[in-house]
């Protein structure tokens, strides 16, 4: 057990943007890294739901240290105003990075992590922790050792239960046969599954309103397909936000045509509606109740958020608020029952610290269950903490995000444009269209005031448990 961390590299989980971001970082700085992706291609994750255009546009999107590679190799970036889908984000950005030769050699695929320890050392053991090279083990059993660790998983792979106590509803499990991920591609691959279908939708975020926009074109398409939206919460404004006053304007949009669709009839809303139980019926379709009302469906969408998967990291030594499963110091400045994404300030190295020296979880896994995550927060993540492992700490420690102006913009562009133009009331256009530096705890407007979970909660009987809305993605 004499073997040391000198000269071991720093181990990345997940080729994602997060993941790619800290391999950017680290390849700048001359650190020696591998990167291990459970997929087959880098952005497998994105993939999953590339039929989705995010709310910001590629200006955003772009992680600096990346694009500085990508541009010595000669690499055309895309226009700044195009919102891009899940696809282009993945084939126009991701996979060029992870092809170029600096990085495309220190990435494996299918190579699913298991678990990550310390050499010879238990969570338990003390003596000689500090100096011990991390071991992590993958799921055909090789054993890889690094220095330090950066884990940009994600938590795509473990979503939330429908269930309102956090814990699967009486007969969820059963039930899997009609139940969807959050995000199907409704008009595409998974149409035969929706269409003249019964279909509910349960979630009040934006993934939830992404489906349910997807679900209104189709019933206008395909005859007898029905969409229900339920919601834990008295009122969905929450989902709605800031319409006109949205500081990122598809996401304004997005709201603001659900409210239309909502008020026309093409969309069923029922609020107040905590998921209880779920039972087959013998002529077709699954009841769901909360207790006191029942719907029926043939689908249901679970659009009700994710959470992070700590168990790989079970013999580390990790702080986590006991309510967020993010780190203790950044849970605070991450709670949505407190903030939205425009109150989350900057951070980095310090943030995302445990007492395990040398492992970082960073990117969505590392907000826990909050879902105020952008990718721009992620990038400045992987940079503060490349700069640490660099021994740099004036630079890890110098936390600031190149973000959109904060304040009112217009957002009355088309909810499925493709662009934001600054001349027609862009993401926070000015005359010369700059962006501003946050340092403090300023972020991206949402038009929503308080937390996301600000909204009020309708509390069920016991037969119907009810405690806070569950949480789904806010900021893609």
Request: proline share 7%.
């Amino acid at each position: 057990m004499s073997t040391t961390l000198d000269g071991l590299p720093v181990v990345v989980i997940g080729a994602g943007p997060v993941g790619l971001a800290a391999a950017a970082h680290l390849a700048e700085r001359g650190i020696a890294y591998t990167v291990l992706e459970a997929g087959e291609t880098p952005a497998a994750a994105v993939r999953q739901w590339g039929h989705v255009r995010v709310f910001s546009p590629w200006r955003y999107n772009i992680d600096a240290a990346a694009r500085r590679l990508l541009a010595a190799a000669g690499w055309v970036e895309p226009d700044a105003d195009i919102l891009p889908t899940g696809a282009q984000l993945a084939a126009d950005y991701l996979q060029p990075l992870a092809e170029l030769p600096a990085v495309k050699s220190q990435i494996r695929y299918d190579a699913r992590v298991v678990a990550v320890t310390r050499l010879g050392l238990d969570r338990l053991r003390t003596a000689g922790r500090d100096t011990a090279p991390f071991l992590i083990r993958l799921a055909t059993g090789d054993d890889l050792l690094a220095r330090a660790v950066i884990d940009a998983s994600g938590t795509w792979d473990t979503p939330n239960v429908l269930g309102a106590s956090g814990i699967p509803a009486h007969g969820e499990t059963a039930a899997a046969p009609y139940l969807e991920h959050a995000l199907p591609d409704v008009l595409g691959a998974d149409r035969d599954r929706f269409a003249g279908k019964r279909v509910l939708v349960v979630g009040a975020g934006y993934s939830a309103a992404n489906t349910l926009l997807l679900l209104a074109d189709l019933a206008e398409q395909a005859p007898g397909t029905q969409v229900t939206w339920a919601i834990r919460a008295a009122t969905p404004a929450r989902t709605y936000g800031g319409g006109t006053a949205d500081a990122l304007p598809a996401r304004g949009a997005l709201g603001t045509v659900l409210r239309e669709h909502v008020e026309a009839g093409h969309i069923e809303l029922i609020t107040g509606f905590s998921v209880a139980a779920l039972a087959p019926r013998p002529d077709g379709g699954i009841e769901v109740s909360d207790g006191t009302r029942t719907v029926v469906a043939d689908r249901i969408v679970s659009a009700t958020g994710f959470r992070p998967d700590h168990g790989i990291a079970a013999e580390l030594r990790l702080d986590l608020d006991p309510i967020m499963g993010a780190s203790r110091t950044l849970a605070p400045l991450i709670d949505p029952n407190e903030h939205s994404c425009g109150t989350v300030p900057p951070h980095g190295v310090d943030e995302l610290a445990h007492p395990e020296p040398g492992y970082y979880a960073i990117g969505a896994k590392s907000y826990g269950r909050a879902p105020t995550f952008l990718l721009a927060t992620g990038y400045e993540q992987a940079r503060s903490v490349a700069a640490a492992l660099a021994g740099d700490w004036h630079a890890a420690r110098d936390v600031q995000l190149d973000l959109p102006e904060t304040g009112v913009c217009s957002s009355n562009i088309p909810v499925d444009a493709d662009r934001v133009d600054d001349a027609d009331g862009g993401c926070c256009a000015t005359p010369a269209a700059e962006n501003v530096t946050v340092s403090t705890g300023r972020g991206l407007a949402t038009g929503i005031a308080g937390g996301l979970l600000s909204a009020p909660l309708t509390l069920q009987p016991v037969a119907a448990p009810g405690t806070g809305e569950q949480a789904g993605g806010c900021c893609s």
